[in-house]
């Protein structure tokens, strides 16, 4: 049976750059307008109802999004906030304002580990939506046919190990047959603690200075995705 890969996006599939730079702004603008206009639909309302609670109390959806838009820029992983950042960021992604970036290693290596039998999930900070937003229009095209689900901050912070150990349950294998990817050696080591495989990210466009030794904290370091092999790492 083929291993499990488990992967973050922000600086692991994707640049940092692009979420601060291109999808952080693009809902900071958007948010006053969108709560404005949709404030009263279900979803929405959810959502909204449980940022004004971890606000304070807020009763005011104008006052409410002032504070979002705070959040955003505190980088704040806040489910709720991740959810509303989704919903706008598909308006812009269905109106071509965008393609999600992914590195030129990324897709490729997705596309040959799916096809060699290795199931593929995502676990990111940002939203299940938001995730397949990213992957359905991303500049390699519509990659969400290799991606067999998607975990987002409703199972736990991502530096938690139980949030592991709950993606391990619900993908149904051992947790030493899950290898997961990302840039965050906080991550990787909450997901060791859990019994996966791990592996770190060092990119030199997000971490010009690398990280190796100490600062990889024993998990195996690569630059790419070219220098994984997923049944040796």
Not at 59 to 87: N, P, S, Y
Not at 164 to 184: C, H, K, N, P
Request: aromatic share 10%; with cysteine; glycine share 10%.
């Amino acid at each position: 049976m083929k291993r499990v890969i488990l992967t973050d996006i922000e600086g692991t599939t994707s640049s940092i750059s692009f979420v601060k730079q291109v999808l952080f702004p693009y809902a900071r603008q958007a948010l006053p307008g969108f709560v404005r206009e949709h404030a009263r639909d279900p979803e929405v309302r959810r959502w909204l109802d449980a940022a004004a609670v971890d606000a304070g109390g807020i009763c005011q959806d104008t006052v409410l999004a002032e504070v979002l838009q705070g959040w955003i820029d505190e980088d704040r992983k806040h489910t709720a906030l991740k959810a509303l950042q989704g919903m706008i960021w598909e308006q812009g992604y269905r109106s071509g304002a965008y393609r999600a970036h992914l590195y030129p290693d990324t897709a490729p290596a997705l596309r040959q580990w799916h096809a060699a039998g290795h199931p593929l999930y995502v676990y990111s900070s940002g939203s299940v939506p938001a995730q397949k937003l990213f992957f359905g229009f991303s500049e390699a095209g519509d990659l969400t046919p290799l991606i067999s689900g998607w975990f987002d901050t409703e199972v736990g912070g991502k530096r938690e190990a139980d949030s592991y150990r709950t993606i391990v349950q619900r993908i149904g294998r051992e947790a030493g047959d899950i290898l997961f990817l990302s840039d965050v050696v906080e991550e990787l080591d909450a997901a060791r603690e859990a019994g996966l495989g791990t592996v770190l990210l060092d990119r030199r466009e997000d971490y010009p200075q690398p990280r190796e030794g100490e600062a990889a904290n024993g998990h195996l370091r690569v630059e790419d995705f070219s220098q994984i092999q997923p049944e040796a790492a």
